[in-house]
């Protein structure tokens, strides 16, 4: 994987949370406004329950956070990508991964038109919610307290992810 290819392409256990919100969106704006934020991946909520272990399904369709620091994906210092574990989807690389000391995977931008985002008022605060653009799963949320050349801090659940490392 080519060192520059994502910036160059670059255009713009659990603790449930607060409010329970739609399992997928209707509609989700996109980051780097590409597509309608549409989910492309529509199942049933028993078919969710049924492919998702229950961490992943609580995280993925119901909104819960992963407990800061538990996420094996923390340490993860190897070239790669970053996939939803819900649906597969690309979603992230190694090249945009950095230590935030959050606790949780921390990206300072996503694949191109790979997450979407809504706004979640939930817990008495506004902030904006990273979904899977391809299923709607939740994967975190994005914060303006970033690293150049974005300033974005996706604060991503572990959880909701799959690592695949470079061949």
């Known amino acids: 994987m080519a060192t520059n290819s994502i910036l160059d392409g670059i255009k713009g256990i659990f603790a449930p949370e607060a409010d329970a919100r739609?399992?997928?969106?209707?509609?989700?704006?996109?980051?780097?406004?590409?597509?309608?934020g549409t989910p492309v991946v529509v199942k049933s909520?028993?078919?969710?329950?049924?492919?998702l272990a229950p961490d992943q399904y609580r995280v993925l369709r119901e909104h819960a956070t992963e407990r800061p620091g538990t996420s094996p994906l923390n340490r993860e210092k190897r070239g790669g990508v970053?996939?939803?574990?819900?649906?597969?989807?690309?979603?992230?690389?190694?090249?945009?991964?950095y230590e935030s000391g959050s606790g949780w995977p921390s990206f300072f931008a996503p694949i191109p038109g790979a997450v979407a985002t809504t706004v979640d008022r939930s817990l008495g605060m506004v902030r904006t919610?990273?979904?899977?653009?391809?299923?709607?799963?939740?994967?975190?949320h994005v914060f303006d307290d970033g690293?150049?050349?974005?300033?974005?801090?996706?604060?991503?659940?572990?959880?909701?992810?799959?690592?695949?490392?470079?061949?």
């Open 22 to 36: 739609a399992a997928t969106p209707a509609a989700l704006d996109t980051v780097d406004g590409t597509g309608d």
């Open 45 to 51: 909520d028993a078919d969710w329950r049924a492919e």
């Open 82 to 97: 970053f996939d939803c574990a819900a649906c597969g989807n690309p979603v992230y690389t190694s090249e945009t991964k």
């Open 129 to 140: 919610e990273v979904h899977c653009a391809n299923c709607g799963g939740h994967l975190g």
């Open 147 to 167: 690293p150049r050349p974005t300033g974005q801090r996706h604060c991503i659940n572990g959880v909701a992810l799959d690592f695949k490392p470079e061949a």
